[in-house]
């Protein structure tokens, strides 16, 4: 495994396949598709900025790089994707095998170039979009978060508030001595240039006769903008004053029925906002929404309190009548969000469903953070948003208007991007027919992030057989360069590129390099983003199915055994653990929809699209540690045996960090041993999974919940329901102080019986 995170913390890259099936057909009987789990702008401290332009290859734009073949007598260059012999211009005339520039350095196949130092930076712009359809604790609670937010913005980021309910209310900032508010119906579509008309934006300066009106540049006074859009420390005042005297939405709501929540109008109404203002540049729409949308396009259920929220059911028999309506509406409003330029983040803080299965797509798209809570109260909300304006050592590094490209050898076709990013539409003769994800395009627009934001590239060979095996290729290298164009969040436009090479191999006798070369996390989380976006776009798909299916031919192309003797089954060390974690993956909450909402779902699934391989792979398979006085913190198997009486266990689902207490550890604490001077050991051995877990949830963005239980008590479930059922009620009693699961699921030992048995059929 180490040599793969080497990799990773050279480029940011992880592959579940690192010597690469080099033909069609030996690809798809791989499996897993040939693909590549990469973060574009992970921070490496090692890594050179330079302050210049990129050489470019005339023929296709890809940048020069360690693995470029130069001749340095002639000044020439050629360009490993499509052989084109290129010129250095005059500033590189003193090069040489001695004196290389930065970008040809074997060790730099990740550089980033900053030539952006005569530009004037543009401000970051922030929108805060509110619901105050709450209770008044709830609005309480959003209230003081949102003060000590404004407290951590950068001083000259510019800042506007909307706050909706059965009517958007856009607030003027700019004029504090008297607070004015300007009035949208909920129910009513507005359109850009309704908005600049109601909003006066005109009064001044006659509106112009043609053209996009878009900002200082095109038609709009600045004066006229500041009313809505001020610096932060400008208007601090003016703000909190707003915010202190914000109320519960007034309208009555009758007894049998849901209040008049606008929220799809209130966030369109910000889009046309900002695309009016500040195209172009790096702004947010920050949503805080406190219950289900009612009013408007994008409405999820009607007022009457008769009508249920939809869920996964009605979803699957397609009877939920406001779904696909409202998810058109979102889609509307990303592709209008997206050639802004501009973001959309949601905090969603109800115990009923907001609608994120919704406003999923716009929030995706646009390369949004998303932060789902059971109240504004609780600390997965008010942490999160703190660390979204955090700065130090876990700031999130938000970066916004980036372009992603990417270039490959001429036998790799893209066939798109799972992950948080839109298509360009840029068809080129990169991209596949076949269409995964956001696909048909050789660039991507990412409107936001961040130093973890991850993508999933997944690719397709397309070179034929060889026929005649005695002809060796030239070269048995394909090679892959990411360019990411993006405003570092310090302002400053940067473009980062990452080239990488990788062997490929076709032809009898390949098992052994392709074993060599297998990254079983990587593949595991390819997987995983594979079976939700299948989930989600394939009609009448079985998760389960697709996924023992893909199990069982990998272990019969990649075991060894006799046939149909399933005692002779072995799989390499490459290989061991992936049926493991794709035993976990069909019981996690990815695949299995039972017990969650739509949007609980559709949460897990943007944040696993988002997310890293090391922290994907907690997600699919959670890590636990035992705390006992007989050894220090070890790991323990993620198993019903590992629970025992005199054991803590620490459980960490990614989603959320469980402290576990034994029922003899439970009965101690409970008796108050931890506070006597003689049992000091105890004390500690409490506070060590505590101190763990805090340092779990202070390097996690968002927040995860922490659940401290007790063996036998009703939150135990949190660590039960990820546990290997092998010890469940109807079979042998469990150890002493053990546990069994209440479930009729297969245990592990089971389920890898039956793969063995049909692995070698």
């Known amino acids: 495994m180490s040599e793969f995170l080497d990799l990773e913390s050279q480029d940011g890259v992880r592959m579940p396949w690192n010597v690469i099936p080099g033909t069609k057909q030996e690809s798809t009987n791989s499996v897993v598709p040939v693909s590549a789990i990469y973060t574009p702008i ?51 005339a003193s090069i040489s095998d001695e004196n290389l520039p930065a970008e040809l350095f074997p060790q730099y196949t990740t550089i980033e170039y900053d030539s952006s130092l005569e530009k004037p930076t543009t401000p970051p712009v922030f929108i805060f979009v509110v619901d105050t359809c709450m209770i008044e604790e709830e609005l309480s609670f959003l209230k003081s978060a949102l003060s000590q937010a404004l407290g951590l913005l950068p001083d000259h980021s510019l800042v506007g508030l909307i706050t909706f ?4 209310h856009v607030h003027e900032l700019g004029f504090s001595s008297v607070p004015k508010t300007y009035i949208f119906k909920g129910s009513k579509e507005v359109n850009k240039d309704q908005l600049l008309e109601q909003m006066s934006f005109f009064l001044k300066k006659p509106k112009p006769t043609t053209g996009v009106i878009a900002g200082p540049r095109d038609g709009l006074s600045t004066e006229s903008i500041a009313r809505f859009l001020l610096p932060a420390s400008d208007c601090e005042f003016a703000l909190n004053s707003v915010l202190e005297e914000l109320q519960k939405d007034p309208w009555p709501v009758p007894a049998d029925q849901r209040a008049a929540r606008c929220t799809s109008t209130a966030l369109s109404v910000a889009a046309s906002l900002l695309g009016a203002c500040v195209p172009g540049s790096g702004a947010r729409i920050m ?14 259920v009607s007022k009457n309190l008769s009508e249920p929220i939809r869920s996964h059911k009605d979803l699957d028999k397609d009877s939920a009548p406001h779904f696909h309506k409202a998810v058109k509406f979102f889609e509307g409003l990303s592709k209008q969000l997206v050639h802004q330029g501009h973001v959309l983040d949601l ?26 809570a059971e109240s504004f109260g609780h600390s997965v909300f008010k942490d999160s948003l703190k660390r979204v304006f955090q700065s130090g050592d876990y700031e999130l590094g938000l970066s916004s208007n980036g372009i992603f490209e990417i270039n490959c050898s001429k036998d790799v076709k893209v066939q798109g991007i ?17 269409v995964v994800g956001q696909g048909s395009t050789s660039a991507w627009k990412m409107c936001g992030l961040d130093k973890a934001t991850s993508l999933c590239l997944i690719f397709e060979i397309v070179k034929k057989e060889i026929p005649d095996a005695t ?104 290989f061991s653990i992936f049926p493991q974690f794709m035993f976990h993956l069909r019981r996690s909450q990815f695949v299995q929809v039972f017990n969650n909402s739509p949007d609980e779902t559709a949460y897990f699934r943007m944040i696993l699209n988002r997310e890293n391989v090391a922290n994907s792979v907690v997600m699919i398979q959670p890590s636990l540690i035992s705390y006992s006085f007989h050894s220090g913190p070890e790991p323990a198997l993620l198993d019903v045996a590992a629970i025992a009486a005199d054991r803590i266990l620490l459980l960490d689902a990614y989603f959320t960090v469980v402290i576990f207490h034994g029922s003899t550890i439970a009965q101690w604490r409970k008796a108050g041993y931890q506070d006597l001077p003689e049992h000091q050991a105890f004390a500690q051995l409490l506070q060590a999974p505590r101190d763990d877990g805090d340092q779990i949830i202070k390097e996690r963005f968002p927040v995860p919940r ?18 290997n059922p092998s010890a469940t009620y109807n079979n042998e009693a469990p150890l002493p102080g053990g546990d069994v699961i209440f479930t009729d699921d297969v245990g592990f030992e089971v389920f890898l019986d039956h793969l063995q048995r049909l692995a070698v059929q």
């Open 42 to 92: 992970k921070p490496f401290p090692s890594m050179p900025v330079l302050p210049y332009a990129p050489l470019r290859c005339r023929t296709c734009r890809s940048v020069l790089n360690p693995f470029s073949t130069v001749d340095y007598a002639a000044k020439i260059w050629i360009c490993p994707f499509c052989f084109t012999r290129n010129h250095f211009p005059p500033h590189y």
């Open 165 to 168: 309910g059965t009517f958007v």
């Open 287 to 300: 949503a805080f929404i406190g219950g289900p949308s009612t009013e408007g396009q994008g409405a999820i």
């Open 347 to 372: 905090f969603a803080c109800a115990l009923d469903q907001v609608g994120i299965a919704e406003i999923k797509i716009a929030v995706e798209r646009t390369g949004g953070l998303v932060v789902l």
């Open 418 to 434: 799972i992950g948080p990013c839109a298509s360009l539409e840029k068809k080129g003769p990169l991209s596949s027919d076949t």
């Open 471 to 574: 002809v060796q290729p030239t070269s048995n290298q394909f090679y892959f360069q990411f360019l990411t164009y993006y405003q570092h969040s310090s302002g400053q436009m940067r473009l980062r590129v990452t080239t990488l090479s990788r062997r490929w191999v076709a032809g009898p006798g390949i098992l052994q390099d392709l074993i060599a070369g297998f990254d079983q996390e990587a593949a595991a989380v390819v997987m995983a983003r594979l079976v939700s976006f299948k989930m989600e776009t394939e009609a009448e798909f079985d998760p389960i199915r697709w996924l023992d299916k893909s199990l069982i031919r990998m272990c019969a192309r990649f075991g060894d055994y006799q046939k149909d003797s399933p005692s002779s089954f072995s799989l390499s060390p490459r």
């Open 706 to 723: 922490l659940v401290i239980c007790d063996q036998h008590g009703s939150q135990a479930r949190f660590l039960l329901a990820k546990l």
